[in-house]
């Protein structure tokens, strides 16, 4: 009845007309709530929640089955965290209705087949998972789980396929044994046994050249970085050693012991693993971030140790309540923080490490950077009494590990570390790190102390950043940010474009056209010229430095100025860039006339780009060139060159899809002109449209070769710099018997792979270029090496 009411107050007269209809859908609304809420906190226990909640559902099953069936497998797939809940749910159904179990268990096979089919390899994780479990509740009989899992793991014996396709058919098996290795072993222990004695042979005959790309850092001390296949290989060793006793899972299906052990079962139906499809994309290796152990937390409970199978159980957890809740920081930091056992461990160290392994997650983290970063912050207010020391303590350790930490992590820590600061005050006991002083300044210490207060300053300001670090530290603290003007005043007078630039910033000043400034240009002497020389105007580095460095000084007062000069003068910048010299030169100037500033280095150049004022590839030979060569090792560097090949790609991306969409309505207007056969005049409007798109098309294709030439040259100019800088570099330690291995070597390699890992999927269409032109057999090993990391990769 209160239902009723509550409808009749919202709907007015309309509700009697309405009650009808909408009452399924709030039940359905309802049944949702329900089974979704259910495991969260409750004045009940979750025996007699889920014991309520399976009676509720078994009254409604005869009207909403389908939806009830719907749920339950949505919530397999996208509430991981709580999969012995879910179970135990479907356990009590199964044991009240055998036919709805059935229906169950095959919806469940139909959405893993889906899932696989779409590509979708971690849900398809939980799918397997949760079946798994179900053998624990009686639902499904433990030999045909077995059967599948066999099936799996057959997967390794197939012939001409990538590694990472039997990879991620074994990690599925190994990561269902903590919830039902034991079940499994009791009923089945010789399969089982001949199981892992196959996951063991295929382990030990893997290809792992790719380790070392994904590591966060270069040293097996104090923490070894595994692979993540070695790593769970080893934990579930200990776990059969110790009986498949597990201490960790949430096990509520124990207390319904009784009662599950009287349901018949069912048997999975026979599945073949689907065979491997050329598109398909498996997911990448990964490497185990380990940054505790039982020692950083000298108080309370202990921390398990990395091969206990309770380490895997309690990560594996955490990394699925942030799949689920990234999106609300607040919801996500207060389900980490509510996790079930947290008592029984040192639930803060845990947390951070998962987050800290989640963000230097090699090729890229699993959300945005900016996540991670509120998610601790949030995580500090919810817990200011004990979460804000452990991330003091991590963040210690991560500054004391730097000399062997990734570059591209070390980019990510940078960006976190300062985000984090300027939420607190830009606090921070700088003394601490004094250490940093007494160092080369190249050394990655002072590189990272520098860079975290040059990123503080773009969240702040510099007056801000001087006032809050130590005087001693002055040596890193950045420049102020100021326009460096070369014709400033009288005393640059003897400079040759002064008095040019004196004309040109009074036209300007005095809105004259594009055309009155550009005669006014064509007076600018060129340095490149002999005074007699009659030929063709050749590229004038003077005249584009007089009208930029003079534009760009009217407007330096803030990004928006600037932007907008960019735009006024648009022509007059083209015309002066439209060779290749000319567009190095203006980044050049660009270059000088902010260098104290490269937050405005970065959204120029990024506008130039958009703009067409310079292309992708003048903006990589730039940042290759030799005066760039002493800010190679700069952040602000490497995010142009990332934000270059990003816009470039999709610049790609946006004509192909353009593409593919003429193409689509081309062939409905075929379709539609061969439905109205006998219609003349719609015949001919169908004949004149198809004609005008057949032209479209045949352009885009013009435009999407053209783009894809542009981008595969993009790449070329880039691998072939960085070849040209580290075979110097090779070539120099030789003959100078000097080590190779300095703070810039590995910088530039790490760079080099960093290229290969963010922008893997766009590289691998140009494997075959690279390998003919760049990266043949002839090339250094140590440059090579990289190379082969990325293939090995995709093996």
Not at 60 to 66: A, E, I, R, S
Not at 442 to 449: E, G, L, R, S, T
Not at 619 to 625: D, E, G, P
Request: proline share 5%; with cysteine.
């Amino acid at each position: 009845m209160s239902r009723r009411r509550h409808s009749d107050e919202n709907d007015g007269g309309q509700a009697h007309k309405r009650r009808r209809t909408s009452e399924p859908i709030e039940i359905e609304d309802r049944l949702e709530s329900l089974i979704c809420r259910v495991g969260e906190k409750s004045t009940s226990s979750l025996e007699s929640n889920l014991e309520g909640l399976a009676g509720v559902l078994e009254a409604d099953l005869p009207n909403y089955k389908n939806k009830i069936l719907r749920i339950l497998c949505a919530v397999a797939r996208l509430l991981p965290e709580k999969l012995t809940v879910y179970t135990t749910l479907v356990g009590l159904l199964n044991a009240r209705n055998y036919n709805f179990g059935g229906e169950f268990v095959e919806a469940m096979i139909r959405q893993l087949k889906e899932t696989l089919k779409n590509n979708l390899y971690n849900e398809a994780v939980y799918l397997v998972r949760f079946l798994s479990d179900l053998v624990n509740c009686h639902v499904i009989a433990a030999p045909s789980m077995v059967a599948m899992f066999e099936n799996f793991v057959s997967v390794t014996q197939e012939e001409d396929v990538p590694q990472v396709r039997s990879d991620w058919f074994v990690y599925v098996v190994l990561s269902c044994l903590p919830w039902v290795g034991k079940e499994l072993y009791e009923k089945k222990d010789v399969e089982m046994d001949r199981l892992l004695s196959q996951v063991e042979g295929y382990l030990k005959r893997r290809v792992k050249t790719h380790v070392s790309m994904l590591q966060v850092w270069t040293a097996e001390k104090p923490h070894p970085q595994e692979e993540y296949l070695d790593c769970l290989w080893a934990q579930i060793q200990k776990l059969k050693k110790d009986r498949w006793q597990e201490r960790h899972i949430l096990r509520p299906y124990i207390a319904f012991d009784s009662v599950l052990c009287e349901a018949l079962q069912h048997n999975l139906p026979p599945f073949t693993p689907p065979g491997h499809m050329p598109d398909a994309q498996y997911p990448m290796p990964r490497v185990v971030f380990r940054m505790f152990d039982y020692t950083d937390a000298p108080e309370g409970p202990v921390m398990p140790g990395s091969h206990s199978v309770e380490r895997f159980v309690i990560e594996e957890n955490l990394h699925c309540i942030i799949k689920t809740h990234w999106k609300e920081r607040k919801t996500c930091a207060a389900q980490l923080l509510s996790y079930p056992g947290k008592n029984k461990i040192p639930l803060n160290y845990h947390i951070v490490e998962v987050i800290f392994g989640e963000l230097f997650q090699l090729p890229s983290p699993p959300h945005i950077d900016v996540m991670y970063t509120t998610l601790l912050i949030e995580l500090c207010k919810l817990q200011p009494g004990s979460l804000p020391q452990v991330l003091a303590q991590a963040t210690e350790m991560l500054y004391m590990r730097l000399d062997t930490m990734n570059t591209t992590c070390i980019d990510r820590l940078i960006n976190w570390f300062s985000h984090h600061l300027s939420n607190f005050q830009f606090r921070w006991s700088w003394d601490d790190w004094a250490d940093c002083l007494t160092v080369d300044l190249d050394k990655p210490k002072p590189k990272f102390v520098k860079e975290v207060l040059e990123k503080c300053m773009r969240l702040s300001y510099h007056q801000r950043i001087v006032d809050i670090v130590p005087p001693t530290f002055s040596a890193l603290i950045p420049a102020e940010p100021i326009f460096i003007y070369k014709y400033v005043d009288e005393t640059a007078s003897t400079l040759p474009g002064y008095p040019v630039s004196i004309t040109v910033s009074n036209a300007i000043k005095n809105r004259a056209s594009n055309e009155e400034i550009l005669t006014i240009l064509k007076e600018v002497p060129n340095p490149n010229q002999e005074d007699d020389d009659d030929e063709v105007e050749s590229f004038n580095p003077l005249r584009i430095d007089v009208f930029m460095q003079t534009l760009l000084n009217l407007a330096a007062k803030s990004f928006s100025h600037s932007f907008s000069a960019l735009g006024k003068f648009h022509e007059i910048l083209k015309a002066l860039t439209d060779s290749d010299e000319g567009k190095l030169h203006i980044l050049k100037v660009v270059y000088e006339v902010w260098r104290n500033h490269p937050q405005m280095i970065a959204v120029l150049v990024d506008k130039m780009i958009r703009t067409q004022i310079v292309d992708c590839a003048a903006v990589a030979n730039w940042l290759f060139s030799q005066d760039m060569a002493h800010e190679f090792t700069r952040l602000f560097v490497w995010e142009i060159l990332h934000s270059t090949i990003r816009k470039m790609n999709k610049h790609v991306q946006k004509i192909q899809k353009e593409l593919e969409e003429a193409k689509d309505k081309l062939e409905k207007q075929q379709h539609k002109r061969r439905d109205s056969v006998g219609d003349e005049d719609m015949e001919k409007n169908s004949e004149d449209e198809e004609g005008q798109l057949e032209e479209q098309i045949e352009r885009l294709q013009e435009k999407v070769e053209s783009a894809q030439s542009e981008q595969k040259n993009l790449f070329l100019v880039i691998f072939q710099r960085f070849i040209m800088l580290l075979t110097e570099h090779l070539v120099r330690c030789e003959t100078g018997s000097v080590d190779i291995s300095t703070p810039w070597y590995k910088n530039c390699i790490d760079r080099l792979q960093q290229i290969f890992l963010m922008h893997h999927v766009t590289i691998q269409q140009y494997m075959g270029t690279l390998e003919n032109l760049l990266f043949t057999a002839e090339l250094d090993h140590h440059i090579l090496a990289v190379y082969q990391q990325f293939c090995a990769l995709q093996l």
